[in-house]
């Protein structure tokens, strides 16, 4: 792991290098446009047995519309140290499709050029919320939302019903819930053998820090204090975060109804606990919905919306975004082609319902999911991501971040007798000095 952040860390030095020398020789306003008519080269973050061949039939379909000529190319492991080459070669492509969390990186960088939504004749179809993710931290926007998600809670119906219990609405009804589901027999087997809360809490690729932000908002607390000039403090000693961390802390040491190994869990090692009927409730993506419709089957869960806490009921929205590179002539080619892709009829063609979705959740609002996909339940997530979806607060590269919290997670789930003001006072302390190295920190 130490080797792997290590070439990770030179990679990044080498990429800011690269990237500044390439934004000193693109002299381009990103208004121009091109004399030839050479095909847009446009990269997504996606394999050959993933959503390329989606991506593939969308520009087949934009091609035949439009006339423009669209070169694709995709991988997914290896993405962002192609781009790194490309720039050292002073070949970057026209525009790139890659997730919002990228942002503030790709801005750093220099590798991505300032969009004004105001160019998009459908500017208005997109989610406000959808915008803000497109929105870095020094207020300029530098993408074109794409997609998104937000994250629900899933729940066994016929366990809830067996007990005769309600849908949960609070943090409080989750956690008499969660004990009925871990305690009561839910499934009537008369073994112990169920669990209530399901918790994804590796520190792998920061699943535990995607996992707890959410009760973090939900109790009023953030990573990071945004200071109206595009600096930050670090929130992470604050009453919010101490109540989250408690909180997830008492349903593993305390109600214990979280699936034993949580500490270790992936979000692939926890999903079959809620498929296989071992655990009753999970804060996860729609991206399960199709899963959980086979195993453990339509009839017996259900998503609802999130729960809230003592401050709200706010939830993990994520996406992608097309972004328009540094250095390209073909600024207002690549604008109408992300143009199309946010209009009804590219947003549709991503979903590409009964295949591989490329565009989950619509950022278009004329778009009803539930009738695309014909599933009432893609109508439940859209309603939250509108009424309570939220993106990480931007910042330069919000990876190192993801990790620390990630880390701090793990320690709670796995340890007992951990000090929590201690934990949380150490990691805003390292929350601050990374926003000192990245040159966000406020001042006082």
């Known amino acids: 792991m130490g080797t792997q952040r290590t070439g990770i860390r030179r990679l990044l030095a080498v990429a800011s290098a690269l990237t500044l020398a390439l934004t000193l020789a693109a002299c381009g306003d990103g208004n121009e446009g091109s004399g030839d008519d ?25 091609e035949q519309k439009t006339g423009q000529r669209i070169e694709l190319y995709g991988e997914v492991t290896g993405f962002e140290q192609s781009l790194i080459r490309a720039a050292a070669a002073r070949d970057l492509p026209d525009a790139i499709i890659q997730d919002t969390e990228s942002l503030g990186q790709l801005v750093t960088w220099g590798m991505v050029q300032e969009i004004d939504p105001n160019r998009l004749s ?42 005769g219990l309600e849908n949960p609405t609070t943090w409080d009804d989750v956690v008499e819930i969660a004990r009925a589901f871990t305690y009561d027999d839910p499934d009537g087997n008369g073994a112990d053998d169920t669990w209530g809360y399901l918790v994804p809490g590796s520190t792998t690729r920061g699943y535990a820090s995607w996992f707890w932000i959410t009760l973090l908002w939900q109790a009023g607390g953030d990573y990071f204090e945004p200071q109206g000039d595009g600096t930050l403090k670090p929130a992470l000693d604050s009453p919010a975060a101490k109540r989250a961390m408690q909180w997830l802390y ?48 339509r009839d017996v869960y259900e998503v609802i919306k999130p ?33 199309w892709i946010a209009s009804p009829e590219g947003q549709v063609a991503g979903m590409n319902p009964g295949g591989y979705a490329v565009v989950r959740l619509p950022i278009n609002k004329n778009v009803d999911p539930g009738e695309v996909y014909g599933h009432p339940y893609w ?50 302390e390292k929350v601050g000095a990374e926003l000192a190295a990245q040159g966000v920190l406020a001042s006082s």
């Open 250 to 297: 008492d349903m593993v040491h305390v109600h214990k109804v979280v699936q034993p190994g949580a500490a270790t869990h992936v979000t692939a090692d926890a999903h079959p606990y809620f498929r296989s009927g071992q655990v009753g409730l999970y804060h996860t993506g729609p991206y399960m919905i199709s899963t959980f419709d086979n195993e453990p089957g």
């Open 307 to 339: 729960v809230k806490g003592p401050a709200s009921n706010a939830t993990l929205a994520e996406g992608e975004q097309l972004y328009i590179m540094t250095g390209t002539d073909k600024y207002d080619e690549v604008l109408k082609f992300a143009e």
């Open 122 to 163: 459908n500017k208005d179809d997109i989610l406000d919320v959808a915008w803000t993710a497109a929105r870095a931290v020094d207020g300029k926007y530098y993408a074109v939302p794409t997609s998104t998600q937000a994250f629900n809670l899933y729940i066994r119906t016929d366990w809830r019903d067996a007990l």
């Open 379 to 428: 109508n439940v997530v859209a309603e939250t991501y509108a009424e309570s979806g939220r993106y990480v607060t931007p910042v330069p590269n919000f990876s190192p971040f993801r990790q620390m919290m990630a880390d701090a997670v793990n320690v709670v789930l796995a340890d007992p007798n951990v000090d929590i003001d201690q934990l949380l006072a150490e990691l805003n």
């Open 38 to 62: 050479r095909p847009l080269r446009i990269w997504v973050r996606q394999a050959a047995d993933g959503g390329l061949p989606t991506y593939q039939k969308m520009v087949e379909l934009y």
